[in-house]
């Protein structure tokens, strides 16, 4: 009876090894695909990072653009605003002329009427 019950023990002790065998299967499948899971969500955000990351550099490239395209029309603007003002500066010499010429054939007028007539 003592062989019985030594027998009896280790076949429990095997059978229990056995079914520790698909339980320890299990665990691994399970941490695979749990991995498997976290390298698919990670892969995906990878790729809406590089998706991302390629958007913001075209905005990059067309604010640059937009800078140039600015910075042209601001100087063809200072060019304009150049031109307008020599222009302004010389229109306001021409009136000072005229302005002395006019007040200089006023005071001809004012000294003729005041000279007395001749007899």
Same mark, same amino acid.
């Given at each position: 009876?003592?062989?019985?019950?030594i027998?009896?023990?280790?076949?429990?002790?095997?059978?229990?090894?056995?079914?520790?065998?698909?339980?320890?299967?299990?665990?691994?499948?399970?941490?695979?695909?749990s991995?498997?899971?976290?390298?698919?969500a990670a892969? !995906?955000d @990878?790729?809406? %990072?590089?998706h991302?990351a390629?958007? $913001?550099? +075209?905005?990059?490239?067309? =604010?640059?653009e /937009?800078q140039?395209?600015?910075?042209?029309?601001a100087?063809?603007m200072? !060019?304009? @605003?150049?031109? %307008?003002?020599?222009?302004?500066?010389? $229109?306001? +010499?021409?009136?000072?002329? =005229?302005r002395? /010429?006019y007040?200089?054939?006023?005071?001809?007028?004012d000294?003729?009427?005041?000279t007395?007539?001749?007899?």
């Amino acid at each position: 009876m003592k062989t019985a019950g030594i027998g009896l023990v280790l076949l429990l002790a095997a059978g229990a090894a056995g079914a520790q065998a698909p339980v320890q299967d299990r665990a691994r499948e399970q941490a695979i695909q749990s991995g498997q899971q976290r390298t698919s969500a990670a892969y !995906r955000d @990878l790729q809406q %990072a590089q998706h991302e990351a390629k958007l $913001a550099e +075209q905005e990059v490239l067309n =604010a640059q653009e /937009a800078q140039r395209a600015a910075q042209k029309h601001a100087e063809e603007m200072k !060019r304009q @605003l150049d031109g %307008a003002t020599k222009a302004l500066d010389a $229109a306001r +010499q021409k009136e000072a002329q =005229a302005r002395k /010429a006019y007040d200089e054939a006023l005071d001809g007028v004012d000294r003729a009427r005041k000279t007395p007539p001749a007899k």
